[in-house]
């Protein structure tokens, strides 16, 4: 790929191509033009209450209606819906037991190996009814926090809407994560559960979970874990300690299919989800019941204008916030049949995602760029040996994806009729907020085109003051929305500040910033430019680089480390560490491999750097401050440019170079 085909100012300034959506498209899409985009902005923006009220009432099935549709007088702790009662997993499932939905597929999962389930509305249902019974006979109730360690099993979707039946948040871990980084989460989170399986199968081999969660769990480290529920996937025998390990076959298949849903209030927590930010350890992303029910199902709605015949299949893991909000909630929310798929295209099976659209007949797909810029790289024979014809939408998810890499995925994989809907959000917005509307938007490549209905996003400076067309500035949102956040669990504090103080208008208002940089083009077209504080974005991953950091000094060889992204042409970024090391020590490869597994075992693989440099000292300003600035010149082979009249010593540079 040319330098000149990523997102750079200049090449998204030159992008002049746009594509407006079919006739046809339009004139069966619920939002079918911009003037009806238009006209629902506007409503949002005269009566956004009436608005999101109309929509609750209409969309959501309540146990109870509520009494007030948001309360902001506390800013930014928000509350939707107040006085309502609501359960999502009832939204998800028994609403659609009526009729003849109740047998339509809701999940169909295809196993790594090649072995596939899939599950109607009714099956599921009972699947959920029978987990939630097991769960109480472990003596969950509301409120207590279950964690979910898993493979990309039924299962795991099966414990999450189980969770949410009775009333216990739940807290997905990533099943890459390591047992340290597991261990963190339980603490953090004071989790009463664990469910996990015996292992998984990963790109062609078995990776095994249940000794991580052990090790998680040694020596007494979460003392709030009681119970842990165990899949059995790979048939690995795996130690069970009597008495607080369970077998999923055994305590799940023998409960009452029968389990009524646990009457919600709207604030509820429906879970925690840990993302990594600039500072500190990984925070836990809290969303409560109805607002994040709301936005999960509204914005599947809208973004893929889901039809009832739809094959729906999105890439993502559970483990991230894209798993939750658009493989379980917002496609189940809405009756839609949704894909799980365990496994990842690879070596010896190249063409595996469009080996499974022919098979399953999927309409919709959504994935991320770096998967994307994989395939383009492997060229078009592969996906060219596949009947794609039933897609007839294709979305993007993760980072900004490059208008060369949108043209491919829109030629080669839609055949040229498929809209591409490329979707910004984040862990904490819940759902979509930035997207064109497959039957109203005409979409440029590389741009996320405008906001949702209801949602005021604006670029701005560090004041808070809109900048001009086409000039970069800091991305933020100006009013509430339901699925926004509600705080960062156990740490109020941090919420605030990471999100709502860092950017301060004049007149008071607050106003959310999460970390991206943006521009906005002459038409208003929104161009995402990436994070613009210390989170790298790897193949769509979030890392903190200060986690990174701090896992290679706990390292006993490591004096001072600092970490930044390089971009990358595949991954979108990619991690390079600067490491000074503890007198004695000495750099070599044996080193770089040690530290290397190190981070993986303090975070996970995906933490690794690709690139480890030792230097006798780092570009520090007189004050101590590493330059951070200087070392992503210096990582992606720039010349460093700007100010260096704050370096403490000069010569650090010329080291550093070579
Ligand atoms: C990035 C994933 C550009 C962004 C849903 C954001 C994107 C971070 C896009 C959130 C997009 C996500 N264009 N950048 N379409 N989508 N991002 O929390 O930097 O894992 O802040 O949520 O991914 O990552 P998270």
Redesign the pocket.
Known sequence: MSKDSSNTIESILQEQRVFPPSNDLASQSRIGSLSVYKRMVEEASNDPERFWGDFARSELQWIKPFDSVLDWSNPPFARWFDGGKINISSNCLDRHLHGSRAEKLALIWEGEPGDTKSFTYKQLHKEVCRTANALKALGISKGDLVALYMPMVPEAAIAMLACARIGAPHSVVFGGFSSEALRDRLIDGEAKAVITADGSFRKDKTVLLKPAVDAALADGACPSVESVLVVRRVNESVQMNSGRDFWWHELVDSQDEECQPEPMESEDRLFVLY?SGSTGKPKGVVHTTAGYNLWSHLTFQWIFDIRDEDVYWCTADVG???GHSYIVYGPLSNGATTVMYEGAPRPSNPGAFWELIQKHKVSIFYTAPTAIRAFMKSGRSIPDQYDMSSLRLLG??????NPEAWMWYRDVIGGNRCPVV???????TGGVM?SPLPGATPTKPGS?TFPLPGIEADVVDSQGKSVESDEGGYLVIKKPWPGMMRTIHGNEKRFRESYWEYIQPSDGSFIYF???GARRDLDNYFW?M??VDD?I?VS???LGTMEIESALVSHPSVSEAAVVGRPDELKGESIVAFITLETGRVANDQLVDDLSEHVSKEIGRIARPEEIRFSDALPKTRSGKIMRRILRSLASGEEVRGDTSTLEDRSVLDKLRT
């Open positions: 993302t991230w916030i894209t993007t998810v993760g980072e900004p994806i490329d979707t910004w959000w984040q862990t904490e930035i996320a999460a970390g991206d995402v990436g994070r989170v974005n769509g991953h979030r």
